[in-house]
Structures are given as C-alpha cells and as structure tokens.
C-alpha cells in the first residue's frame, strides 16, 4: 500500500512495559516525525529524522527512543511505559526541509 | 520557543453560516500550512502559503497569509456539515528548519 502506515492502531499496555510503535512510508521521504497529541496541548514533535541513521531530539523527547536503521522505517520506543505516555502518536513524513507533511493514521497507546 | 495561537479555540456554527479561524505569532515564518483532523484519523494538509500577503483559495476556503509572515487566517464562505473537523495552523520557522510548530488547533462544529 502507497503511503504511511503506523501499527498498531491501538495498545493498551501496562506501566514498566517496553512497547514499540512502528512506522513506513512508501514515498522515500528523508524527513520522519513523530508527534504525541494530546488535549490542551496540540500536536507535540518528539523526534525527527532527516534520514537515514541521522535522528534529532524535539520538544518531549523524555522517555522515547528512536531509530532508523532504513528510510522507509522510522519505529518510536517507550522504554518504560508511564501513564503519561497515554496518547494518540501520529508519524508524519516530509520530501524537504519544513515541507508538506503528510500524516499517518495514528496509534492509540493507553497505560495503565 | 516560537508559539503560534489558534482561535477561536471551539466554534460551533449552523450550516450556511460563514467563518473565520485564526492562527497567529510574534515569530515570522517561512511558510505556514493549514491543516484538517477528522476524528480518529491524522491530519490532512490543505494548503501551504509562503509569501506575505498571499491569498489562496480552495473551494469554499480562503487562506491568507499576513504580510509580515506572522500570521494566517482561514475563512469558511457557506460552512456545510462536511467541513466539521479539527483546524491546525503550523509553521516552518525562517532558515528552513525540518521542524513545524503547530497551534492547538480550532475545533469547528456546522450544524445541518
């Protein structure tokens, strides 16, 4: 399927848990984001990439990591999962730099 | 920080009734992009201005973008039940950074 897809569309996991939530794109985009959305306070970027092996903190890196072994792959880590962690994360993907984003379709992550 | 201020924040209207967003900044910005959340789903970008003072129109929405790059409007002529959603202003800041920052976003309701 052409375009960006994120798995799962939703998680329910529980408080200390490792959960990882992946994404794709199929445009070849250098840029990949990861935003958390939460009410009251809009879409939050926590990391981005500008390609391959080259990731950058943004504004609520705390508690994630993140990697991009592949351009098409861009999978964001919770170490530790904390009820804090609950929110919808959306992954997005650019062709340059402050570029139109296209967006994914979102993951829903509750802890416990 | 550069911060960019939606409002109205919620805004209820009947169909047929025209409408205004607003998104706006102290920082100037290389481009801005308005974007549309349906519930459930990711956003959806529907326009990107980037010179000052220009108007873009899109069907029934009119985007202009502040002379002074500080800030943007959407207008709604004859608002329908189908143009409910989430409205998110982001900006790419001047220099081209890969990041966007987004407001909170406007949350417009027409009624039938």
């Known amino acids: 399927d052409a375009g960006i897809t994120q798995s799962p569309r939703y998680k329910i996991t529980e408080t200390g848990r490792q959960v990882t939530l992946m994404c794709h794109q199929t445009w070849s985009h250098s840029y990949m984001f990861w935003y958390r959305q939460d009410l009251g306070h809009g879409l939050r970027l926590i990391y981005y990439s500008a390609a391959a092996d080259i990731t950058d903190k943004g504004e609520v890196p705390d508690g994630y990591v993140v990697s991009r072994s592949k351009t098409e792959n861009f999978p964001l880590t919770l170490e530790s999962a904390t009820r804090s962690q609950t929110s919808v994360y959306f992954c997005a993907s650019t062709s340059w730099r402050g570029g139109n984003g296209f967006f994914g379709p979102g993951t829903r992550l509750t802890v416990l | ?112």
């Open chain 2, 1 to 112: 920080t550069q911060l960019l201020e939606q409002s109205p924040q919620f805004l209820s209207i009947q169909e047929g009734e025209n409408l205004t967003v607003y998104c706006n900044s102290s920082s100037v910005f290389s481009s801005l992009q308005w974007y549309r959340q349906e519930p459930g789903e990711g956003p959806v970008l529907l326009v990107t201005v980037v010179t000052g003072g220009e108007v873009k129109k899109l069907k029934r929405l009119t985007f202009q973008f502040g002379d002074a790059r500080k800030d943007s409007s959407l207008h709604i002529t004859a608002a329908q039940p189908g143009d409910t959603g989430l409205y998110l202003c982001a900006g790419a800041s001047r220099g081209g950074s890969e990041k966007l920052v987004f407001g909170k976003g406007t949350k417009l309701t027409v009624n039938p």
